[in-house]
């Protein structure tokens, strides 16, 4: 298998993808569906559906992955606008373009996000609806994955930390929850499209949750080392907003030991699954090497 020419495959089909299920820019209203596709076409690795798909191709299956796919950047999108606001990081640029909020205006990009928010809801149960066990499994994994316990929790854990004495223990719940739970639940979604058994659904969670990890943990180093044009946002950030990381709290060496080790234990236990694994292990492992 090329590694590189399947990964653009799949990120073209997802770009494909996402102009045939979201609405196009000139629905009305059309500033917000403008809005809402600046963001989710503004580029990046499209790493969370190229999992769902990696994962939905372990084993044969007939089912459609895309709308799954389109929903997990859809509801990741919505967190990236949100994030970016001036009430939360209160960023400029994100993927090297300006932010949302820059690009329009405050009120509109809260709009978009949540408008791409409930469109990730609405992709799941509509396109699923002749399959109802398996819309409803999918509906529960993402706003779990997504809700105040996970995504949302951690993000508040995030803003608390900002004020609190940088712990460890916070720390991982702020990576396993605020970054790691989208993650896993693009690996667990994936592979409920599959013929999978429960074991196997079991220990994609468990290698979803150590690549999550790995993946937040090597984003503060790249913070703490790379440049803004790199990283096609501003660099430093972190350590600008006072936010708890790996490299701050341990070091860059032992953050870069931390991450190597639970990208290892993702593709052990992807490598236990087995199936058609070749593609997904070996994008666990571009994973840690990436530049931005």
């Known amino acids: 298998m090329d590694f590189n020419r399947t990964l653009k495959k799949y990120q073209a089909q997802i770009e494909s993808a996402i102009g045939d299920l979201l609405p196009p820019g000139d629905t009305r209203p059309s500033r917000l569906h403008q809005a809402m596709l600046y963001s989710l076409e503004a580029g990046g690795k499209r790493l969370r559906p190229i999992l769902v798909?990696?994962?939905?191709?372990l084993f044969p299956s007939t089912i459609n992955p895309f709308p799954t796919a389109i929903a997990i950047e859809c509801l990741h999108t919505y967190s990236l606008i949100h994030d970016d606001l001036p009430c939360m990081d209160d960023s400029d640029l994100r993927r090297g373009n300006p932010t949302c909020h820059k690009q329009f205006d405050e009120a509109t990009a809260l709009l978009a996000g949540d408008a791409l928010l409930t469109y990730a809801f609405w992709l799941l149960s509509n396109c699923y609806q002749d399959q109802p066990t398996l819309a409803n499994e999918l509906v529960r994994d993402l706003s779990h994955a997504a809700g105040n316990e996970k995504l949302i929790g951690g993000q508040m854990e995030d803003l608390m930390g900002e004020q609190a004495a940088p712990t460890a223990?916070?720390?991982?719940?702020?990576?396993?929850?605020?970054?790691?739970?989208?993650i896993t639940t693009s690996l667990t979604m994936g592979i409920r499209m599959s013929n999978a058994t429960d074991e196997h659904i079991a220990m994609m969670t468990e290698a979803g949750k150590h690549l999550g990890l790995a993946f937040q943990i090597i984003d503060d180093i790249l913070d703490a080392t790379a440049d803004a044009e790199t990283l096609g946002k501003p660099a430093g950030a972190d350590a600008e907003n006072c936010k708890m990381t790996y490299p701050a709290l341990f070091g860059l060496d032992e953050s870069r030991r931390k991450a190597h080790h639970h990208t290892e234990q993702a593709k052990s236990l992807c490598q236990s699954i087995g199936g058609n694994n070749q593609f997904l292990l070996d994008l666990i492992a571009s994973m840690e090497n990436r530049v931005n």
Do not use: D, F, M, V
């Open 169 to 182: 223990e916070r720390l991982e719940y702020i990576h396993h929850n605020k970054t790691a739970a989208l």
């Open 53 to 57: 798909l990696a994962s939905q191709q």
